[in-house]
């Protein structure tokens, strides 16, 4: 595709609107994050006071060639810097995130190389070549290999053409490892991993990212929102997972969840056991969904009935963790450290020590994966930067009895966190309340 890049050149941070993160572009769309007429109670797919659950994705504008250009430069960036001159890309996530391309993986070698100075190279099989060409929107230079031929001193050709003398070139991070090999067995170029290339870029987030995300995660809490208020004893864990999916579908998306009841919701990703509910019993419901590829993830724990005492106390604890992450959220901060903040709210408590209770990290990024670098784990040095999106998950998990979890994703702001999709937990009784 024929365009000045030098035009898309983009900042490496992003800047928040004073209102909120979602810009005008979702704003206007005909329902958007807060303003989507969805509240509680009724079976029919209609909450209180009558209103219906309504497409929320209606209007949305996608991202543009534009947005793939300035990713695409921003990576030409970074590997310039770093004094590498190119980036070798198979299909998947990576190349979906670049250049607005899906393509199945096989064992025919089939990706893009993006130079640090220069136009994309495409190597394709042959027969594939016309279907490629087809759907191929950035780059023209369309390399192909027969059956009997290796695609890999194909690569080498195009690696040598690099106009640095150095020729060092990094590997897509999600490389299949044959292909790996077949690079590593029939090329000379120094080969380097490309995971702090493609993480610098896919993990600080644009304002249209962000809003994606904010849409995902409040169509998700008013999903759980509905579907929670047809909970009743005797249901199964696969029948409250058929009301959130049908609440996501009628919300605009394709959801998923996860709901544990009783004793199973010890099991942080639950258990093969689906005990009908009980009075009494925790519903540990985690799950998600995506708008325009974007992830939410949300986990709300709620009781069938009246919590006891204890399972109020652990609720609190939990809450008071995740709060005390959240505050202490700013750019700079290593990940390693929200997770020791967390961690010590749930020890402190008398839940410890160390994975005792509290068996998982804090949280993971989130993006065009559910699980996506950086984690905030103990021990991870990396300090945050604006436009970096995670999950706060903290949990307690007593084997035998149950489980609370509370899950709500943000962003990192030069301010602070935002929490993304609002709705926060008040209480096991309110857990959407704020």
Known sequence: MKQDRRAFIRAGGITLAVSGIVPAF????????????????????????????????????????????????????????????????????????????????????????????????????????????????????????????????????????????????????????????GIKRESSVERVDGSSLVNLCRGIKSDKELAFMELANNITKKAYRWAFSQIKPGMKPSELRELIASAHGRLGVSGYSMPIFGAQSAFPHGSRNEDELKDGDTILVDGGCSVEGYSSDVTRTIVCGSPTDKQKRVFEIVKNAQAAAHKAVLPGIRAGELDRIARKVIEDAGYGPR????????????????????????????????????????????????????????????????????????????????
């Open 355 to 434: 994975y005792k209770y509290f068996v998982h990290r804090l949280g993971h990024g989130i993006g065009l994966e559910g699980h996506e670098w950086p984690y905030l784990v103990k021990d991870n040095p990396l300090p945050l930067q604006a436009g970096m999106t995670f999950s706060n998950e903290p949990g307690i998990y007593i084997y035998g009895e149950f489980g609370t979890r509370i899950e709500d994703c943000f962003v990192v702001t030069e301010d602070g966190g935002k929490f993304l999709g609002g709705m926060l937990c008040n209480s096991l009784e309110d857990p959407f309340g704020g």
């Open 26 to 181: 979702l704003q206007s769309c005909k329902s958007g994050t807060e303003g989507s007429r969805v509240n509680e109670s009724g079976s029919n797919g209609s909450l209180a006071g009558g209103s219906l659950l309504e497409n929320m994705t209606a209007g949305i504008e996608p991202l543009s060639d534009e947005d793939f250009l300035a990713r695409q430069e921003k990576l030409r960036s970074l590997m310039q810097e770093k004094g590498v001159d190119a980036l070798w890309i198979e299909g998947g996530v990576n190349m979906n995130y670049f250049f607005d391309f899906s393509w199945w993986l096989s064992e025919r070698v089939f990706g893009v190389v993006l130079p640090a100075r220069g136009e994309p190279v495409w190597i394709c099989p042959a027969f594939e070549g016309p279907r490629a060409e087809e759907q191929i929107r950035f780059g023209r230079d369309i390399r192909t290999w027969q059956e009997h031929e290796s695609p890999y001193r194909l690569l080498d050709d195009v690696f040598r053409s690099l106009s640095s003398p150095t020729r060092k070139v990094a590997l897509d991070p999600n490389l299949r490892n044959f292909v790996a090999e």
